[in-house]
T-cell receptor
Framework: GQNIDQPTEMTATEGAIVQINCTYQTSGFNGLFWYQQHAGEAPTFLSYNVLDGLEEKGRFSSFLSRSKGYSYLLLKELQMKDSASYLCAVRDLPNDYKLSFGAGTTVTVRA | IAGITQAPTSQILAAGRRMTLRCTQDMRHNAMYWYRQDLGLGLRLIHYSNTAGTTGKGEVPDGYSVSRANTDDFPLTLASAVPSQTSVYFC????????????FGPGTRLTVL
């Protein structure tokens, strides 16, 4: 089975930086994904890493270390609208689209 | 229609009843998925289909069945609903031309009493 761990909750102040960690132990590895989900809504795709290193997309960055089974999502210049759950997911097989998700991290941004 | 639609939006169902959740996408994506989302457990894959005419079991398939008669539709059926199937159900799709992104429908909130 897949084991994907991330913190349950995090709180940060508007304008600050928050780092959400994700560790995984899976039978294979073919990419790590981050999704954002606002309360009562569907998840939406944020980022994808398959090689080690940092991928930057505006205020959001995602990092991957395959040897450590570790990723983080970095949210900079936090805004109130960033309050949401952030889901870490792993694809373990090539040519297979299935994802295994972690339980998600709820981020609350305070004024 | 734009993207993925699901119906119904929400449903209250008596235990033992049969229920079909509908999912339709208009993006001509080859792969489709059904997840359930429960507090503290995240999204768990129920069934999936890589192409029309094929289906596969996910992490939690028991009590559910699916069919994929065409590219656009991927219904999920609960043959005899039980209270433990109370959950929010999300349908998603992805395409071989953009394999790294899954697009999710708005979800169906199902309560089994």
């Amino acid at each position: 089975g897949q084991n994907i761990d991330q913190p349950t909750e995090m709180t940060a102040t508007e304008g600050a930086i928050v780092q959400i960690n994700c560790t995984y132990q899976t039978s294979g590895f073919n990419g790590l994904f981050w999704y954002q989900q606002h309360a009562g809504e569907a998840p939406t795709f944020l980022s994808y890493n398959v090689l080690d290193g940092l991928e930057e997309k505006g205020r959001f960055s995602s990092f991957l270390s395959r040897s450590k089974g570790y990723s983080y999502l970095l949210l900079k210049e936090l805004q109130m609208k960033d309050s949401a759950s952030y889901l870490c997911a792993v694809r373990d097989l090539p040519n297979d689209y299935k994802l295994s998700f972690g339980a998600g991290t709820t981020v609350t941004v305070r004024a | 229609i734009a993207g993925i639609t699901q119906a119904p939006t929400s449903q209250i169902l008596a235990a033992g009843r049969r229920m079909t959740l509908r999912c339709t996408q208009d993006m001509r994506h080859n792969a489709m998925y059904w997840y359930r989302q429960d507090l503290g457990l995240g999204l768990r894959l129920i069934h999936y289909s890589n192409t029309a005419g094929t289906t596969g079991k996910g992490e939690v398939p028991d009590g559910y069945s699916v069919s994929r008669a065409n590219t656009d539709d991927f219904p999920l059926t609960l043959a005899s609903a039980v209270p433990s199937q109370t959950s929010v159900y999300f349908c998603a799709s992805s395409d071989v031309r953009e394999p790294d992104t899954q697009y999710f429908g708005p979800g169906t909130r199902l309560t089994v009493l």
